[in-house]
């Protein structure tokens, strides 16, 4: 059978919609499309999709600002399925994430499931969390994307008690001293007291660190590519 040069929509005039991440190729989010939100999409070069749960129309972001810039479209051998290149800004992910599929699948016992994920906790908890150190190939950048995750989530979801909630209801001001504040307790540590405070302190700037560029609407990779392009 060859393909099909019909664009197919299922029986409640929908197609499922894939966006992936133009620079990385990342799959970010499945949703999907009526006519009207393909042709909204084709004609103002963001996202658009049909919320099968509201029964209406939504432009990506249109709420949270995360929106998707389309810079190509694709369609499958079938016709029924298309593939959205997308420039994202902030996490595509309603948790917060960046990519919806966060998610590992185990074999279980006897059935399929879905792995739990690793608790992250913020600073200001007395208690530090205990067991082995993480190396940079066990994936200690993907660390740093799970905290920027809880971050946007404590963004998009604040919750009472929480001091990333606190921290963004301060806004930008706030963020900012409070990133001097913590470099400059980065350089107390190391002049003045022990290597574990040294850590201890630089895991409080990178925090807020993150916290600014979720605040921003950055993303952790950003920088990592960045330093990967300084890299010699």
Known sequence: MGETDTIRYDANGLITAVAQDAGTGD??????????ALRQTLTT???????R????LWRKGEESGHTQRVVGMQVDCDG???????EQTGPACHT???SCFFRTVVAGSGEPAIAPEPGVAEPGVPAR???PSVRADDGAAGVLNEVAAVLADRRA???????ATRLFADGLARLNEKIMEEAAEVTRAARKETRERLVEETADLW???LALLVFLGARPDEVFTELARRRR
């Not at 799959?27 to 009207?36: D, F, P, Q, T």
């Not at 070069?45 to 919320?51: R, T």
């Open 27 to 36: 799959v970010l989010m499945v949703a999907h499309m009526n006519r009207e």
């Open 96 to 98: 917060g994430r960046r």
């Open 45 to 51: 070069g963001q996202a658009w999709y049909w919320s």
């Open 53 to 56: 749960s509201r029964g209406r």
């Open 207 to 209: 925090f807020h660190s």
């Open 157 to 163: 979801h604040p919750r009472e008690g929480s001091y």
């Open 129 to 131: 969390p205990s067991g």
């Open 80 to 86: 029924d399925a298309l593939l959205l290149r997308v």
